[in-house]
């Protein structure tokens, strides 16, 4: 497996970070949100610390109601 360089680094941990900050808009503790969409809290947890796919961040759009333009349509994403 290739090893990540920093480009790649840095897109998941925005993914993370715009994930955790999603969840948090959504006023839902980590368990609660992870319960309520049925997956368990370990998986949020990483997902809100290392990134996901780009498929995790489909489904985790359309558990909250957004598309994934505009989860992506963020100024975290913007510019370096």
Request: charged share 40%; hydrophobic share 35%.
């Amino acid at each position: 497996m290739r090893k990540l360089d920093k480009d790649d680094i840095d897109i998941k941990n925005k993914i993370a970070l715009r994930m955790k900050a999603l969840r948090e808009k959504t006023g839902k503790h980590m368990s609660a949100f992870a319960s309520e969409t049925d997956k368990d809290k370990q998986s949020q947890y990483r997902w809100e610390t290392k990134g996901a796919s780009i498929l995790t961040v489909n489904k985790f759009c359309k558990e909250i109601g957004i598309s994934v333009f505009d989860f992506f349509n963020d100024s975290i994403f913007k510019g370096k």
